[in-house]
């Protein structure tokens, strides 16, 4: 196999991968640096034709693209996201086709960033390896973004974005978390437990999306860079109407500060949410072992727990050895920097 660099990666893959998601009318998952940078593409549904004449609607989840830490990404600048974006319609497409500003006039002066082929920026920390401020200001201000309750005040004060809305917790029925800017078909919202976690670290952003073939039922990806509760999930288990759990986002390494703070939940947490919604896929997210700059860094511990590991332990805890055939049932991906997934 040939080797590629992050960006070759992922416009190999891409390719491969488009004509087949378009296809069958599936979400396509894009992993833009190797941490927790992801751009989910969601098929319009065939009863909801775009507005736009695009295939996909594109969201951008915690974009970090350089400086820092994270000059591993496949792509460096939000101008490489529209390129992303752009090769993605075209593929599916099969012709080129121009990406649509969201307004009927532009003002080139102030229209000028990158970003137009973004249709949401979503951010679920208001942490700089999530919401990075020098990546976000690249981005058109005419491009809605959503963003957790303090993140969402400290981006209003940027004074940049036209739109910045906070995400609402989820309410048990998802189509009361769909609103402006959003389609009808798509809601945002988050679980955590309030009181519990005063900063939501531990807590998740849900993507809940509806018709996207004539007869399935409302799918969600649930992305918790940090972990969640198993607990704080039940909403989701219990929702009315149901809702599928597609794909989880959860990190496999146990991460505290020294002092014992808590900082990322492990595998085996991740675990215990894939068991409780029955996802059918799990992907690994913001696991990537950064060079530590700074005094914090000298404080951290981390401890890599692999699946295999969080299915014997689970085995134990339930009085006997692990089921490892039950790995298949778990469907781990590991989505390399520059790589795509079909959730099919």
């Known amino acids: 196999m040939a080797d590629y660099t ?70 460096q600048t939000i101008a490489e996201v529209d390129e992303v974006i752009q090769r993605v319609e075209e593929a599916a497409h099969g012709y080129n086709i121009m990406c649509n500003v969201h307004v009927d006039h532009v003002d080139v002066g102030r229209d000028s960033q990158a970003g137009k082929c973004v249709d949401l920026v979503s951010i679920s920390h208001e942490f700089t390896d999530h919401m990075h401020k020098d990546t976000l200001l690249e981005i058109s201000p005419r491009v809605p973004l959503m963003a957790t309750t303090k993140a969402a005040s400290m981006i209003k004060s940027w004074r940049h974005f036209d739109s910045v809305q906070e995400i609402s917790p989820f309410s048990g029925d998802w189509r009361q978390s769909s609103r402006l800017p959003l389609p009808e078909w798509l809601g945002i919202s988050r679980v955590a437990y309030p009181g519990k976690d005063l900063l939501y670290y531990h807590s998740a952003i849900v993507f809940i999306f509806a018709g996207l073939t004539m007869y399935s039922s409302p799918e969600a990806v649930i992305y918790a860079p940090h972990g969640v509760s198993p607990s704080d999930v039940q909403p989701l288990a219990d929702a009315s109407p149901k809702v599928d759990t597609l794909a989880l986002l959860h990190g496999l390494h146990d991460i505290k500060l020294v002092a014992k703070a808590q900082l990322n939940l492990d595998a085996y947490n991740g675990l215990k949410i894939q068991r409780k919604l029955k996802s059918k896929y799990w992907v690994g997210t913001h696991d990537e072992v950064k060079l530590g700059s700074g005094i914090v860094s000298w404080f951290l511990d981390r401890k890599v727990i692999t699946v295999r590991e969080a299915l014997q332990r689970e085995g134990e805890e339930n009085g006997g050895d692990a089921e490892l055939a039950a790995l298949a049932e778990v469907n781990f991906k590991n989505i390399s920097n520059g790589e795509c997934l079909i959730l099919e």
Do not use: K, M
Not at 18 to 45: C, K, M, Q, V
Not at 46 to 69: E, K, V
């Open 6 to 75: 992050p960006d070759e990666q992922l416009y190999e893959t891409l390719r491969a991968s488009i004509a087949e998601s378009f296809a069958t009318r599936r979400p396509l998952l894009t992993h833009l640096n190797a941490d927790t940078t992801w751009l989910l593409s969601l098929p319009y549904p065939s009863t909801s034709p775009s507005s736009n004449g695009r295939a996909y609607y594109h969201i951008l989840l915690d974009p970090w693209l350089r400086g820092g830490q994270s000059d591993s990404s496949s792509v």
